[in-house]
């Protein structure tokens, strides 16, 4: 079975200080990992991806996760924090199922709050 | 090409009403997957459907919820004599075809809201 544990649920930082959003996993099987941003009342969009290539994934708006098999962990991390980085982030951890779909497992989120 | 679509965005309804809400994928996107989130959780996995099968079904509530993607038209999550626990944001994503699901793209949702 597969798990994601958000550490933190509340992030807050200065506007130009670096972001660290922490997640870790368990999974029976090499998974996909990913990180989720959502804005209030909106939709999730996909930050990035990690699907056993590199394990330092690039995402957008700066983002950028590395991928540590050996400490199970994804973590989420950005070098300069803008206003518009405040939001939800969600890490979510999908294995192959035997039916060959992948079916995703959310952690409960972290709020980043960012203090100009 | 447009994202993901959902409507309505917003939903009231009394209880023992019915609620439908529709989710229309991305173009040429085949596989349909409904989650729902309730207040300050992650979101929760409830249908995996393509084009006229359901696929995996584990997260359904046993009663009163059924989804359906028909050949034509979007896919319809029903909720029948909704109560106030089913207050919360579904969301609809979907996939292109020969992927599994791998990523998903995610509507804006329908915040439902039972009185």
């Known amino acids: 079975a597969q798990s994601v544990t958000q550490l933190d649920s509340h992030v807050s930082v200065s506007e130009g200080t670096p972001v660290l959003l922490r997640c870790n996993y368990s999974?029976?099987?090499?998974?996909?990992l990913f990180w989720y941003v959502q804005h209030p009342n909106k939709g999730l969009q996909l930050l990035l991806k990690y699907t056993s290539a590199a394990t330092l994934v690039k995402g957008i708006n700066g983002f950028e996760a590395e991928f540590k098999k050996s400490e199970t962990s994804f973590h989420l991390t950005k070098p300069s924090a803008h206003m518009s980085d405040a939001a939800e982030y969600f890490c979510v951890v999908s294995d192959r199922r035997a039916g060959g779909s992948y079916i995703p497992t959310f952690g409960r989120g972290t709020s980043l709050i960012v203090h100009p | 090409n447009a994202g993901v679509m959902q409507n309505p965005r917003h939903l009231v309804r009394r209880r023992g009403q019915e609620a439908r809400l529709r989710c229309s994928p991305m173009k040429g996107h085949s596989h349909v997957y409904w989650y729902r989130q309730l207040p300050e959780e992650g979101l929760k996995f409830m249908v995996y459907l393509q084009k006229e099968n359901i696929i995996d079904e584990s997260g359904m509530p046993k009663e009163r919820f059924s989804a359906e993607f028909p050949k034509e038209g979007p896919s319809i999550l029903r909720i029948q004599q909704v109560v106030r626990g089913d207050s919360a944001a579904y969301f609809c994503?979907?996939?292109?075809?020969?992927?599994?699901?791998?990523?998903?793209?995610f509507g804006p949702g329908t915040r439902l809201t039972v009185l």
């Open positions: 999974s029976s099987y090499s998974p996909s």
């Open positions: 994503a979907s996939s292109p075809p020969g992927q599994g699901g791998d990523t998903q793209y």
